[in-house]
């Protein structure tokens, strides 16, 4: 299958939607978005290997956006994140999308934040939750947090929530979400854990594999050496000595000192 898709407007995107994407500057649907989007709005579900900077965000947010009924303020859709740092960054996104969408609301959940605050926020109505899966699942179980009006989850880096030890609370919110939702998983990598839970979760799954936009091309080779900070002057001015094949070079650095 070909992923040259010239606009979004091909891949059946509302004009609403168009009119964000061109003013957020989004000309052309990257890989993974010209083959995800089309299947999502399709209804189906489906498994999509891609890692981070594929835009993968934006193929399954933008989809999900257009199943959403503004005047149902509930939750429509979840999605689960490994991190409180990539809910923040996906709601935000979603929030970004939402810019002609009058009355949307986003709403990040994850554990360390004050209970008090969620549950007001909560209790004030959402229409996407992007939350990480601890919190989740105790919001589920207190009642703070209802899916009955759900339509999607999305499963975002699902082999970092399992790397993390959330796929038990996963597969626990997955059991406790209505059945007939769509339900799109996103995995850099795919262990057979993962696997099984796709099986066991997903159906008839669309499958889609993005290579990473950023992968290391085959022309560069790494290496590394395991010195002890103090040597690390020494180490690197040793090998700036020692190695004859290059011009000049880069050094990525921590901090400003
Ligand atoms: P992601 O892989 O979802 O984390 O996205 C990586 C970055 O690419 C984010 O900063 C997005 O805002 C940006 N991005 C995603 N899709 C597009 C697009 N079609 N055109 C331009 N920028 C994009």
Not at 12 to 19: C, P, T
Request: glycine share 6%.
């Amino acid at each position: 299958m070909s992923t040259t898709v010239e606009n979004f407007a091909a891949l059946g995107l509302s004009e609403s939607l168009l009119k964000t994407l061109s003013e957020i500057g989004y000309e052309t649907p990257s890989p993974i978005q010209a083959q995800c989007i089309p299947i999502l709005l399709d209804g189906h579900d489906m498994i999509g290997m891609a890692q981070t900077g594929t835009g993968k965000t934006a193929a399954f947010a933008l989809p999900l956006m257009e199943q959403i009924d503004i005047k149902l303020t509930k939750p429509q859709a979840l999605i689960l994140t490994p991190t409180r740092e990539l809910a923040i960054q996906v709601a935000e996104a979603l929030q970004s999308y939402a810019k002609n969408l009058p009355g949307f609301h986003v709403l990040p959940i994850y554990g360390g934040q004050s209970m008090v605050v969620q549950l007001r926020q909560l209790s004030r109505g959402a229409h996407i939750i992007v939350g990480t899966p601890g919190r989740v699942m105790d919001h589920l179980e207190r009642e703070s947090l209802k899916l009955d009006a759900l339509k999607a989850i999305v499963l975002d880096e699902a082999d970092e929530m399992l790397r993390m030890g959330f796929i038990d609370d996963v597969e626990w919110i997955l059991e406790h979400t209505p059945e007939a939702r769509q339900t799109a998983l996103f995995s850099a990598t795919m262990p057979n854990v993962i696997r099984d839970v796709a099986r066991r979760h997903l159906r008839e799954p669309q499958e889609i594999k993005i290579r990473a936009a950023t992968a290391t091309v085959s022309k560069i080779s790494q290496r590394y050496w395991l010195v002890r900070g103090v040597d690390k002057l020494d180490a690197l001015t040793r090998i700036l000595d020692a190695e004859e094949s290059f011009d000049a070079a880069i050094v990525f650095v921590r901090t400003k000192i």
